[in-house]
C-alpha cells in the first residue's frame, strides 16, 4: 500500500467499511441461523476496532489490522476466486491499494519492490476534475460519461511491460458536503459542462477539501497487454517523423509485451520485386535494423545464404518460422541461414511477408536469443499485427512514388520556386476541370529582363586533349618497353611488328589529336596487345612489370587514366566549388525580388537569371531592383573568381578560369518548352539574345586575335552607351572597397556572325583580398553605397 499520490483535491479522504458493517448488522438478525452467526461473530471482533466504521486518515492503521479487515472483507474478495481475479482495496483515482488478491499479490512481487505502481498519464488537474466529475454524478444526479480508461502498466519479473485496465467499484463509497462546499447550481453544471479543462473554474466551484469521500472502493484489473500492444502500434504507426524520437525501441517494447518475451527483438526489410533484392528502409526510424542482411544495406534475394527456405517466403508467400535455430542448422541446406543467425545469437525466429495484393511488400523479422521462444504456435499472433504493417507500408510506397517523382522533378526537370505559382495554378485548373480533355496552357513570361553570366574554364578543350595524349603516350612506351624487354623470347614471333605498331601509334601523338585516334589506339591494344600480354609466361621479374602494368589500367575503360584524371578531378572540383557559391548567393539574392534563375555546370558554371513584374505578380517591379541584381550578379562573380584563385594551388591539376558578363536591357519573353521541359526566349526578335549567349565567349577584340575573355578578369559585353554608364558605376564602387583593381580596360567586339555593334569592359579581380570579405559585405551595403 502506497501513501496518496494526490494530495489536492475536492476530498477530504476517510477510508471507512461502515456500509459493509451496516450490511452485516442486518445480516446478523435474519432467520438464516449460519449467516447470522458468521455476521454476529464477525461484528463481535471488529467492535474493538471504532475506527472499522468511524473512518481512518491514518494509513498505518491499515498495515497494523490487515487480518481483521482482510476479514471483515472476506465476502468481497472470496478465497475461491483469489489466484483468479486481480483485485484490491483502493480509492478512486488514487494509488492507495491493500487487501490485495493472491493473484495481485503475484504481480506486485514479480514487478519487484522497487516498482512504484502509478496510474498511466493521470496528472494533478485530470485527477481533480475526475473527482468533481464524481460529485457531479453521485450527489447531483449528472450523467457525464468520464469514463476515460485508465491503467497500470506493471513489468513481470524478466521485464516485460504488461499493462491492466482499472475498473472501479464505487458502491461503498458515501459523497459528503461539508460546510465549505458551494451549492451547484444549473446554470453552473451547464457553466462547467464547457469548459472541461478551466481547472480554476473547477477549484472555485470545488474548494479544496470542501468535500468528505467515506467508504472503500474496489479495484479490479484487467490483462490488457496485448490490446495496449496493437493500440501502441497503430499509434506509433500513424505518428510523424517529427514526434518520433526513438520508435525503434518503441516497436521493440510493443512486440515484447504482444508476444511476452522480454529479450525480442525486431527488424525489416523492403523487398523490391522488379529488382529482385532485400533493403533497408531509407529513414532513420520504425524497423531499421535487419537481421536477414545483418550490416549489409542489401541483398540479392537470390543469395545462396538463404538457401530453400526464401523459396517458401517469397514464392509460396508463407512464413518461415524457426523455433530451433541450432536444430535447424543441422539440414545441410540450411546451414548458411543458420550459421548467419548464430552468429547475431538468433536462436528462434519468424520471418513473414507483409502482403498487399497478393504482391510482397516487405518482410517483418522477430527474433529471440532463446530456443523455443518463438514457434508456430505464437506466430499466429502476427495475424493481429500484419494488418497494420500493411496500411503503413502502402502509405511508404506511395510516399516513395511521390519522393522519387520529387527527386527527378528537383534534379532532372527543375521549376524554379519563383515561376512554381504559375505552373501550380495550371496544374489546378487541370485538377479541377470537369474533363480531362483540357488543354494545358503555354506557360510564358512576358517582358522580363535576362542576365547571362558564367565562368569559363581556360582552354579545357586544348588541356583535355593534352592530357589524353599523355596518357596514351605514357601506355604505348610502357607497352613497348615490356615488349623490347622479351626480344629475346623466341616465342615472341610478332614482336617486331607489335613494337613498330606501337611506336607508329607513339609518333603519331605528336601531332594534333584527331576526334577518332584515342578510339583507334584503345581498340588495337585491346585486340592485339593485351591477348598478347595475357596469354605468355615471362620470368618473375618481367611478370611483376606485367602485374603493375595490369594493375594501372582504369577498370572502366582499360587504358591509362592518370593525367586526365587529375584533369577530371580538377575540372570537378572548381564546377561543383563555383557552384555551391552561386548557389548559395542565389539564396539570398531571391530576397532583392522574385526572380527566375538556373544554372549549368559544363567546362565552367553558367547561369542565366530573368526577372521582370510577369514573374512575381504579387509585388511591383521597379527598374531600380533590375540594377541591385546586376550589382549583385558582379559581385558573385568576383567572389567566385577570387575563391578559384584561393583553390587553384591545392587543385591536382593547374587551371585558370575567365568570367563574363553579357548585358541585355531590352525585356524579352521566355516560354517553356514541353518537349525540352525547360524555359527558352520566345520569339524571332528575342532569339538575337540566345544567338549572343551561344556566340559571346569565342569572340575576339576587334580588329586583334585576342580572346575577350582572360584568366582572373571579368569581361562585362554591352550594346549601349547607358548600360556602358550604368556598369561603370558598379565598378567604380568595387573599386573602391578594393575588390577590383584601378586599370579598366574598354574595346569593340569583332563581329559575330548576325551580331555586331558589342563593346565591352574588362577588369581584374583583386585576388589578395581574404575571400570572407567579400562574403561579409552585403549586398544591402552595396547599394546604399551606390545611391
Known amino acids: 500500500m502506497d501513501n496518496f499520490t494526490f494530495t489536492k483535491g475536492p476530498f477530504k479522504t476517510i477510508i471507512s467499511f461502515h456500509k459493509v458493517i451496516e450490511n452485516l448488522e442486518k445480516i446478523a438478525v435474519n432467520d438464516i441461523d449460519y449467516q447470522a452467526n458468521y455476521a454476529k461473530a464477525l461484528l463481535e471482533k471488529i467492535a474493538h476496532y471504532p475506527e472499522l466504521r468511524e473512518g481512518i486518515t491514518d494509513l498505518n492503521f491499515i498495515k497494523e489490522h490487515e487480518e481483521i479487515i482482510h476479514n471483515l472483507l472476506a465476502d468481497l474478495f472470496p478465497s475461491a476466486l483469489t489466484n483468479n481475479e486481480i483485485k484490491a482495496v483502493s480509492i478512486p483515482f488514487q494509488n492507495v491499494t491493500f487487501n490485495y488478491s493472491e493473484r495481485f499479490k503475484k504481480i506486485l512481487r514479480n514487478a519487484g519492490v522497487q516498482f512504484d505502481m502509478e496510474i498511466r498519464d493521470l496528472n494533478d488537474d485530470q485527477f481533480y476534475i475526475l473527482n468533481c466529475i464524481l460529485i457531479l454524478n453521485s450527489f447531483y444526479g449528472q450523467n457525464f460519461d468520464f469514463n476515460k480508461p485508465l491503467f497500470y502498466d506493471i513489468p513481470d519479473a524478466r521485464g516485460v511491460m504488461f499493462h491492466y485496465r482499472i475498473l472501479f467499484n464505487a458502491d461503498f463509497i458515501e459523497i459528503i458536503p461539508t460546510q465549505f462546499a458551494p451549492k451547484i447550481t444549473p446554470e453552473d453544471i451547464n457553466l462547467l459542462m464547457n469548459n472541461y479543462d478551466d481547472i480554476e473554474l473547477w477549484k472555485e466551484k470545488f474548494p479544496l477539501q470542501s468535500w468528505i469521500l467515506k467508504g472503500f472502493a474496489i479495484v479490479s484489473l484487467v490483462d490488457v497487454t496485448r490490446e495496449n500492444a496493437l493500440s501502441n502500434l497503430k499509434s506509433n504507426l500513424l505518428r510523424t517523423k517529427s514526434i518520433q524520437p526513438n520508435l525503434k525501441f518503441s516497436f521493440e517494447s510493443i512486440f515484447q509485451s504482444f508476444f511476452k518475451i522480454p529479450d525480442l527483438k525486431i527488424g525489416f526489410i523492403l523487398y523490391d520485386e522488379e529488382e529482385e533484392m532485400f533493403t533497408i528502409p531509407p529513414y532513420n526510424d520504425q524497423m531499421t535494423k535487419s537481421h536477414i542482411l545483418s550490416d549489409s544495406q542489401q541483398m ?7 538457401g530453400h527456405c526464401f523459396k517458401t517466403l517469397l514464392g509460396e508467400k508463407k512464413n518461415i518460422i524457426i523455433s530451433d535455430v541450432e536444430e535447424f542448422s ?12 548464430l552468429r547475431q545469437n538468433i536462436h528462434s525466429c519468424i520471418f513473414a511477408p507483409v502482403i498487399k495484393d497478393n504482391a510482397i511488400l516487405g518482410i517483418i523479422e522477430v527474433v529471440s536469443s532463446k530456443p523455443k521462444d518463438l514457434n508456430s ?10 494488418p497494420y504493417l500493411v496500411d503503413t507500408l502502402e502509405h511508404y510506397k506511395t510516399d516513395k512514388q511521390n519522393q522519387i517523382e520529387a527527386i527527378i522533378q528537383r534534379e532532372y526537370t527543375a521549376i524554379h520556386s519563383s515561376v512554381y505559382w504559375k505552373f501550380k495554378r495550371e496544374a489546378l485548373k487541370y485538377f479541377n476541370s470537369p474533363s480531362k480533355d483540357y488543354i494545358f496552357k503555354e506557360i510564358i513570361f512576358k517582358e522580363v529582363y535576362p542576365l547571362y553570366g558564367q565562368i569559363d574554364i581556360k582552354g579545357s578543350s586544348e588541356h583535355r586533349n593534352q592530357t589524353v595524349k599523355e596518357d596514351l603516350k605514357n601506355q604505348l612506351q610502357t607497352l613497348i618497353s615490356i615488349f623490347e624487354s622479351q626480344k629475346s623470347n623466341e616465342s615472341f614471333v610478332l614482336l617486331e611488328q607489335r613494337i613498330f605498331e606501337l611506336q607508329s601509334f607513339y609518333d603519331e601523338l605528336d601531332s594534333s589529336l584527331k576526334a577518332d585516334t584515342e578510339q583507334q589506339i584503345q581498340n588495337y591494344i585491346e585486340t592485339e596487345i593485351h591477348p598478347i600480354l595475357r596469354n605468355t609466361t615471362m620470368d618473375n621479374e618481367h611478370e611483376i612489370i606485367k602485374q603493375n602494368y595490369f594493375d594501372s589500367l ?5 587504358m591509362f587514366y592518370h593525367s586526365r584524371k587529375k584533369f577530371d578531378n580538377t575540372m570537378s572540383i572548381i564546377n561543383k566549388k563555383l557552384a555551391v557559391i552561386l548557389d548559395k548567393k542565389q539564396i539570398e539574392a531571391q530576397q532583392i525580388y522574385p526572380h527566375y534563375y538556373e544554372r549549368f555546370k559544363t567546362d565552367g558554371v553558367e547561369h542565366n537569371l530573368y526577372i521582370g513584374a510577369s514573374i512575381s505578380p504579387a509585388k511591383p517591379f521597379d527598374y531600380l531592383y533590375l540594377n541591385n541584381l546586376r550589382l ?3 559581385q558573385t562573380l568576383c567572389e567566385m573568381e577570387l575563391a578559384h584563385h584561393q583553390l587553384k594551388a591545392t587543385l591536382p591539376y593547374e587551371l585558370d578560369v575567365t568570367s563574363l558578363i553579357l548585358v541585355f536591357s531590352s525585356p524579352i519573353s ?3 518548352r514541353m518537349d525540352e521541359k525547360r524555359f527558352d526566349v520566345d520569339g524571332t526578335y528575342n532569339a538575337r539574345y540566345e544567338v549572343v549567349k551561344k556566340r559571346i565567349d569565342k569572340a575576339t577584340i576587334k580588329g586583334t586575335k585576342e580572346r575577350i575573355t582572360q584568366k582572373e578578369k571579368i569581361t562585362i559585353v554591352y550594346s549601349h552607351n547607358s548600360e556602358q554608364n550604368e556598369y561603370l558605376k558598379y565598378i567604380k564602387y568595387l573599386q573602391f572597397k578594393k575588390i577590383l583593381e584601378p586599370n579598366i580596360e574598354q574595346f569593340e567586339v569583332e563581329e559575330l556572325q548576325g551580331v555586331s555593334g558589342l563593346r565591352a569592359i574588362r577588369v581584374k579581380v583583386i585576388n589578395t583580398i581574404p575571400l570572407n570579405y567579400l562574403q561579409d559585405l552585403t549586398y544591402q551595403d552595396l547599394i546604399e553605397e551606390q545611391n
Open 670 to 672: 521566355i516560354r517553356f
Open 300 to 306: 540479392d534475394c537470390k543469395n545462396s545464404i538463404y
Open 632 to 634: 549583385w550578379q558582379l
Open 377 to 386: 504456435i505464437n506466430a499466429i499472433n502476427l495475424d493481429l499485427v500484419l
Open 330 to 341: 543441422k539440414i545441410p541446406a540450411n546451414e548458411k541461414l543458420a550459421q548467419h543467425l
Open 554 to 558: 582504369d577498370e572502366k575503360t582499360g
